[in-house]
């Protein structure tokens, strides 16, 4: 079975697998927001930041859609997402017992090991996502959460043991009315990730350089094939143009130029 733009020689040069995976439940938890779990295949090991292309077996639309890893067990990989177009859309109609086409996980994620002290997350709409997994890795009493939502939040209850977690809203539903930008303040952490809006990561990410904290962003753009061999999503740092895909989607701010 071919891949979108890419075909399967393609697919085995970059060591990339296309399958087909079960799904075990795809439930909405919020305003046009879904959470969509597959079961895992064994030999997969994933790293918190990592993503799948997933595409329907109809092959409408023709692109895969690229889905952050939420959460992950043994068993399971589970995926929080956004309708936003046709194929989000389609993905909603998906239930227990149905097919999907997965490749993954593909990608650089985060790096637990490598941030220490007091860490920041800070996060805009569907860009909490990746976060959910990540905070499993993290010393917890170190973390604290920044997060803003249009309307009402998803996914809080998955941080409930974490240091602390500020919420804005646009609505002013839930929490401080307004954007998150307004409550984060870099100078009282060592570390911070963000994912989100590229004009909220750019601004976090010159926040944070303006006061010598280190930043992590992950990337968050269009994608074609998502193996790194179409070079629809690539990035400006200052090593050049990289592939989101590949190449990241997480970068370090410092490499980032918006």
Same mark, same amino acid.
């Given at each position: 079975?071919?891949?979108?733009?890419?075909?399967e020689?393609?697919?085995?040069?970059?060591?990339? %697998?296309?399958?087909q995976s079960?799904?075990i439940?795809?439930? %909405?938890?919020?305003? $046009?927001?879904?959470?969509?779990?597959i @079961?895992?295949?064994p030999?997969d090991?994933?790293?918190?930041?990592?993503?799948?292309?997933?595409k329907? $077996? &109809?092959n409408?639309p023709?692109?895969?859609r690229?889905?952050?890893?939420?959460?992950?067990?043994?068993?399971?990989?589970?995926f929080c997402?956004?309708? /936003?177009?046709?194929g989000?859309?389609k993905?909603?109609?998906?239930? @227990?017992?149905d097919t /999907?086409?997965?490749?993954?996980p593909?990608?650089n994620?985060?790096?637990?090991?490598?941030?220490?002290g007091?860490?920041?997350?800070?996060s805009?709409?569907?860009g909490?996502?990746?976060?959910?997994?990540?905070v499993? !890795?993290?010393?917890k009493?170190?973390?604290t959460?920044?997060a803003?939502?249009?309307?009402?939040?998803?996914?809080?209850?998955?941080?409930?043991?974490?240091?602390a977690? !500020?919420?804005?809203? &646009?609505?002013?539903?839930?929490?401080h %009315?307004g954007?998150?930008?307004e409550?984060?303040?870099?100078s009282?952490? &060592?570390?911070?990730l963000?994912?989100?809006?590229?004009i909220?990561?750019e601004?976090i990410?010159h926040?944070?350089?303006?006061?010598?904290v280190?930043?992590?962003?992950?990337? &968050?753009?269009?994608? @074609?094939?998502?193996?790194?061999a179409?070079?629809?999503?690539t990035c400006?740092t200052?090593?050049?143009?990289? %592939?989101?895909?590949?190449?990241?989607?997480?970068?370090s701010? @410092?490499?980032?130029?918006?």
């Amino acid at each position: 079975m071919s891949y979108s733009l890419v075909n399967e020689k393609e697919l085995t040069k970059k060591k990339y %697998r296309f399958q087909q995976s079960q799904v075990i439940s795809n439930e %909405r938890i919020g305003e $046009q927001v879904y959470f969509l779990t597959i @079961a895992k295949d064994p030999v997969d090991t994933v790293i918190p930041g990592q993503f799948y292309m997933l595409k329907l $077996q &109809d092959n409408s639309p023709l692109l895969a859609r690229p889905l952050s890893v939420c959460e992950v067990d043994e068993s399971t990989i589970g995926f929080c997402y956004l309708v /936003v177009g046709e194929g989000t859309a389609k993905l909603t109609k998906l239930t @227990a017992g149905d097919t /999907v086409g997965t490749i993954g996980p593909i990608g650089n994620g985060f790096s637990p090991a490598a941030y220490q002290g007091e860490i920041a997350i800070v996060s805009g709409g569907i860009g909490i996502a990746p976060f959910v997994e990540l905070v499993k !890795h993290l010393p917890k009493a170190n973390v604290t959460l920044y997060a803003g939502f249009s309307t009402k939040p998803y996914l809080l209850d998955r941080f409930s043991d974490i240091k602390a977690v !500020h919420v804005t809203t &646009d609505d002013g539903s839930s929490g401080h %009315r307004g954007f998150i930008t307004e409550l984060f303040s870099p100078s009282n952490f &060592d570390v911070v990730l963000t994912c989100g809006p590229e004009i909220l990561m750019e601004k976090i990410v010159h926040t944070c350089q303006s006061v010598g904290v280190k930043s992590f962003a992950s990337m &968050d753009k269009r994608m @074609a094939c998502g193996i790194g061999a179409c070079l629809v999503c690539t990035c400006k740092t200052t090593a050049g143009n990289k %592939r989101c895909c590949v190449d990241g989607p997480v970068f370090s701010g @410092a490499e980032l130029m918006f």
